[in-house]
């Protein structure tokens, strides 16, 4: 076992492979791993890493792999139908487990995990990308800033970039179900886009809407603030239209409408291309209030999300490697703080 290595389940898609390729400039050796041999040999082959074919579904093949790593990036969404065979596997070969997800249903599962990650000595880290390094570090450091807060607001608006087919096929798997916010503690479905406002990202002000993001399950556990809601930027015409989606849920919701957006994903490009990725950012804003009322937002720019889950993901997997990590399941902030952000590259504070 290499004490650089890990295994990069998923290297074969968008993300995966942005992993791969950003993996040597932190001095990291994946081996390659994902389900299609015609599909990670090639990778493999440009990059010199070895590879390994392994079904997720294939307890004897993926228990085999992670025997040989301390750590696995796990980047095969959508995570509601692969984290928990990853997962049950890594507590019986002590793998310590990280993965790019955002879907806040999968955080809850996860997080039972944690008393049996705590005894295998292992850290279950989910969100180990744009979802949700980011806003984790906002929600902590505004937590720093007014330790009695009982509100917090988090928003991100992404300037110039694109789409790729694991995040298209994620949202369209969530079509018709709504929104999501915490309130006193607990998580409360709600309309999508029930509420939108104009927010001062620095920059400039942009119009955004709530949405289900993943900070309403992880600002939660670090931070302990009990309402928590997500914005993203849009603009705010499309605000209005997708106000009215509530009457097409039931519309939303047949796989047959869903079939069709998927087949016109797989007819555009994998994702942005390398220029419009280094051309694109992320702008992120927080807001805390307690209940005297008062206030404190910050705000910070930094890499376009695929650039940065990139990043983030094997920065968090070398400082495993080094034996840096807490049991159990964690948030990226939780383990290592509101600063973690500014260790990834084109993140600017004001």
């Given at each position: 076992m290499q004490s650089n290595s890990f295994l990069l389940y998923g290297a074969n898609g968008y993300t995966g492979s942005l992993i791969a390729k950003y993996a040597g400039e932190y001095g990291l050796q994946p081996i390659l791993a994902g389900r299609r041999e015609e599909a990670i040999r090639p990778l493999a082959e440009e990059l010199k890493f070895p590879f390994?074919?392994?079904?997720?579904?294939?307890?004897?093949?993926?228990?085999?792999?992670?025997?040989?790593?301390?750590?696995?990036?796990?980047?095969?969404?959508?995570?509601?139908?692969?984290?928990k065979?990853?997962?049950?596997?890594?507590?019986?070969?002590?793998?310590?487990?990280?993965?790019?997800?955002?879907?806040?249903?999968?955080?809850?599962?996860?997080?039972?995990?944690?008393?049996a990650a705590?005894?295998?000595?292992?850290?279950?880290?989910?969100?180990?990308?744009?979802?949700?390094?980011?806003?984790?570090?906002?929600?902590?450091?505004?937590?720093?800033?007014?330790?009695?807060?009982?509100?917090?607001?988090?928003?991100?608006?992404?300037?110039?970039?694109?789409?790729?087919?694991?995040?298209?096929m994620t949202i369209v798997s969530k079509l018709g179900s709504g929104?999501?916010?915490?309130?006193?503690?607990?998580?409360?479905?709600?309309?999508?886009?029930?509420?939108?406002?104009?927010?001062d990202f620095g920059e400039k002000k942009l119009f955004v809407m709530s949405i289900p993001w993943g900070d309403v399950s992880t600002a939660y556990f670090t931070t302990g603030i009990p309402n928590i809601e997500s914005y993203t930027s849009v603009k705010?015409?499309?605000?209005?239209?997708?106000?009215?989606?509530?009457l097409f849920n039931w519309l939303l919701r047949m796989e047959w409408i869903k079939n069709i957006i998927r087949k016109k994903i797989k007819s555009r490009p994998a994702g942005p291309?390398?220029?419009?990725?280094?051309?694109?950012?992320?702008?992120i804003w927080g807001e805390v209030r307690n209940d005297k009322g008062?206030?404190?937002?910050?705000?910070?720019?930094?890499?376009?999300?695929?650039?940065?889950?990139?990043?983030?993901?094997?920065?968090?997997?070398?400082?495993i490697l080094e034996g840096n990590f807490k049991t159990g399941y964690q948030t990226p902030a939780s383990c290592y703080g509101e600063e973690l952000v500014k260790e990834i590259p084109g993140t600017a504070h004001n």
């Open positions: 390994k074919i392994i079904d997720i579904n294939n307890t004897e093949q993926l228990k085999a792999a992670l025997q040989q790593v301390k750590v696995v990036i796990h980047a095969a969404g959508p995570f509601a139908d692969t984290a065979q990853m997962i049950d596997i890594c507590l019986q070969t002590g793998t310590h487990y990280l993965d790019i997800n955002g879907d806040i249903s999968v955080f809850e599962m996860i997080k039972r995990y944690d008393a705590k005894e295998k000595n292992v850290m279950l880290l989910p969100g180990a990308g744009f979802d949700v390094v980011p806003t984790d570090c906002m929600a902590l450091h505004l937590k720093n800033k007014l330790p009695d807060a009982t509100h917090l607001k988090l928003a991100f608006a992404s300037i110039g970039g694109g789409v790729s087919h694991g995040t298209a929104g999501t916010v915490r309130e006193n503690g607990k998580i409360i479905p709600q309309p999508l886009a029930k509420k939108g406002m104009w927010v705010p015409g499309i605000y209005k239209m997708i106000k009215l989606q509530g291309d390398d220029k419009m990725r280094s051309n694109a950012k992320s702008l008062e206030k404190i937002s910050h705000h910070f720019t930094c890499a376009d999300g695929y650039t940065l889950t990139a990043l983030s993901s094997l920065i968090i997997a070398k400082k």
